[in-house]
């Protein structure tokens, strides 16, 4: 079975641009959520769609925002962009999006904001 | 609020040593726990995770953690590092309190490095 897939891979953006990252989840899961990585940092938890519907947020500006379609698979963009912006983006997916399933986390995307 | 302090950003242990990376975490009711592993330029694996039950949780390739509650600490453990254990790793809580969303909050992480 394939596993959760992003893209693009790579991707670089001038300051002030805005930027779309897309996800599919694992085929059966409904939930998909998306983190933050920046360079030495543990991930950063961006937000959390289950069944088309925003279940949790994180302390990111309103520059961010997502959406689930629905097949599930999930789109995260950011406007605006700003140096600190870069990271790699993160996308995972699981059944439920609850604590006690496993989330299985996709390659990423890694953006380069100049 | 929760969060979580892995303690060492760096570990360097030599082929066939005990691999010990530390992680202690506050969370305000019994979270969830779990180890992933990330190798450079790939997503996260996930090794373990403790949820309920044994409190000793044997992972993939070899790994486990033992949950300490009154430690609050969950540190992962190995009795015997190979060369393809090098990489970074985090541990992570969930809470699965009111809304238990699966929001992972994760330390800074800890990068392994095994010498020959």
């Known amino acids: 079975d394939a596993g959760v897939t992003q893209s693009p891979t790579h991707l670089i953006k001038t300051r002030g641009q805005q930027v779309t990252l897309r996800c599919s989840p694992i085929?059966?899961?409904?939930?998909v959520s998306w983190y933050q990585q920046v360079l030495g940092q543990g991930p950063q938890f961006i937000f959390q769609?289950?069944?088309?519907?925003?279940?949790g947020r994180g302390n990111f500006p309103d520059r961010f925002s997502a959406r689930q379609f629905p097949n599930y698979s999930s789109e995260l963009n950011v406007n605006a962009l700003l140096l600190g912006d870069s990271a790699l983006y993160l996308c995972?997916?699981?059944?439920?999006?609850?604590?006690?399933?496993?989330?299985?986390f996709g390659p990423g995307t890694r953006l380069t904001v100049t | 609020a929760q969060s979580v302090t892995q303690l060492g950003s760096h570990v360097s242990v030599s082929e066939g040593a005990l691999v010990l990376l530390r992680c202690n975490y506050s969370?305000?009711?019994?979270?969830?726990l779990f180890w992933y592993v990330q190798y450079p330029n790939q997503g996260l694996q996930l090794l373990l995770k403790?949820?309920?039950?044994?409190?000793l949780v044997k992972g993939i390739n070899g790994f486990e953690a033992e949950f300490k509650k009154s430690e609050t600490s969950f540190h992962l453990t190995k009795p015997s590092a190979h060369m393809s254990d090098a990489a970074e790793y985090f541990c992570?809580?969930?809470?699965?309190?009111?809304?238990?969303?699966?929001?992972?909050?994760f330390g800074q992480g800890t990068t392994l490095q095994v010498k020959p």
């Open positions: 995972a997916s699981s059944h439920t999006g609850t604590a006690d399933y496993e989330q299985y």
């Open positions: 085929s059966g899961h409904k939930s």
């Open positions: 769609y289950y069944e088309k519907e925003e279940r």
């Open positions: 969370s305000s009711v019994p979270p969830y």
């Open positions: 403790y949820t309920t039950g044994a409190t």
């Open positions: 992570a809580v969930s809470d699965r309190g009111s809304g238990n969303t699966g929001k992972l909050i």
